[in-house]
């Protein structure tokens, strides 16, 4: 048994196959992934990585195990995936997942090659798994991979306590014993036990309201926005590949911008914390929904277009359109009077929090400060934004650059 001391859960024993992997490369390279990217350039002590998270997704794993009454093989394969569910994160962890995604079309939970080959791989057979039955947990696959991967999963209680912790923002601190005693299996699926809405709610909650103050924060967006355009430049170059970044952790990935000539500058304001700053901030319902439903193809046109009347070069100016606001919490099951029920169906809490999350939603246009009126009004037309619309966002004081629509923000 190994006995590790964390910051969030204090003392977590690991043995068994979870033991075994925890020192395996694939899990290592974990300690050189940023839990939450580039959110570090807000809140300075956000630096906690993917395996101290790994960790703690392991030790409320092996919790619900004991609490559900499940052993031997099957409870195995489970602490497996548990300990295992991150090793597919590319560097930066979520920032350059779309990027890698469209070209490789792997996700970052997509971990069948990476759980047969190598030294995971002889783990997991010397423990009599099978590689594939651990990959599919890790999906979020039949009925156990609820426990890793779903609406009620270990992964996501564990984040959110970890991420407020590191933060220093309270919103996500959540009640994980509870979360974790109440657990049971009704018809397969994994759902609350009776008289447990509040402590489902709880859970979104708190995501609803760390979204906008850490995982959603302006500067942690044009950040990520600015880093994603580097690798976008750096998988062009004829060296290198979408798949070689995907594993590539934190360090490689900022080496390599250094060291390429097309992306040393972006790289250079991200290491100084000389980012651009937004020329556009725009509200969900005031943006055409054709850009709503716009391709990457579609958004790098309308850079170049943006880019081209102002006289900057392509890597200048950034588009950056959010996905559309979703809350995968309110699916979580609850049993109310012995039926087994959608949070979003008994929880009138839910209604409020899609109303909130498709108000905190913003469009974002990023450039160099000296050329955001510049770039805000010829945005603006290219997006097909209506100047006076925008009027909102200054009268409730939301931060935004408006000097180019001729609109007062004094």
């Not at 594939?132 to 890790?138: F, G, S």
Request: charged share 30%.
């Amino acid at each position: 048994m190994t006995v590790i001391k964390d910051s969030v859960h204090d003392h977590i024993e690991i043995e068994g196959v979870a033991a075994a992997l925890l020192d395996t490369p694939a899990v290592q390279r974990l300690r050189h992934v940023k839990q939450l990217g580039t959110v570090q350039l807000v809140y300075p002590s956000a630096n906690h990585t993917r395996f101290e998270h790994s960790l703690g997704v392991y030790h409320l794993a092996s919790k619900a195990l004991d609490h559900l009454g499940i052993e031997g093989r099957q409870a195995d394969r489970i602490e497996a995936a548990a300990i295992l569910h991150d090793v597919g994160h590319g560097p930066f962890s979520h920032n350059i997942e779309r990027l890698t995604h469209r070209l490789t079309g792997k996700y970052h939970d997509d971990v069948d090659e990476l759980l047969h080959a190598g030294e995971v791989g002889e783990v997991l057979r010397d423990h009599g798994l099978d590689p594939d039955e651990v990959a599919a947990i890790v999906a979020g696959e039949g009925k156990y991979g609820q426990l890793v991967s779903g609406e009620l999963d270990v992964d996501r209680m564990d984040y959110l306590v970890r991420d407020a912790h590191h933060t220093g923002v309270p919103y996500g601190t959540i009640d994980t014993e509870r979360l974790v005693r109440e657990l049971t299996f009704v018809e397969g699926e994994l759902v609350l036990d009776e008289g447990n809405v509040q402590t489902a709610e709880s859970l979104l909650l708190a995501r609803a309201l760390m979204n906008p103050a850490v995982y959603t924060h302006h500067v942690a967006r044009i950040s990520k926005a600015m880093l994603r355009r580097a690798s976008e430049l750096l998988v062009e170059q004829p060296d290198i590949t979408a798949e070689g970044v995907r594993r590539m952790d934190d360090h490689d990935l900022l080496g390599a911008l250094r060291m390429t000539e097309d992306t040393r500058e972006l790289v250079r304001r991200y290491d100084e914390r000389d980012l651009y700053k937004r020329a556009v901030w725009a509200e969900y319902d005031d943006v055409p929904d054709r850009i709503h439903d716009a391709d990457h193809d579609a958004v790098r046109e309308m850079e170049r277009e943006i880019a081209g009347e102002v006289g900057l070069a392509d890597e200048e100016v950034i588009v950056d359109v959010p996905p559309e606001p979703s809350m995968e919490e309110s699916t979580a099951r609850v049993t109310v009077s012995g039926e087994v029920r959608h949070l979003g169906d008994q929880s009138p809490l839910v209604s409020a929090l899609r109303t909130a999350q498709r108000t905190q939603w913003r469009l974002g246009v990023y450039c160099p400060e000296a050329a955001t009126d510049h770039v805000g009004a010829v945005a603006a037309d290219v997006i097909g934004l209506d100047p006076e619309a925008l009027r909102s966002d200054v009268s409730r004081g939301l931060p935004t650059t408006l000097d180019q629509f001729g609109i007062s923000q004094g």
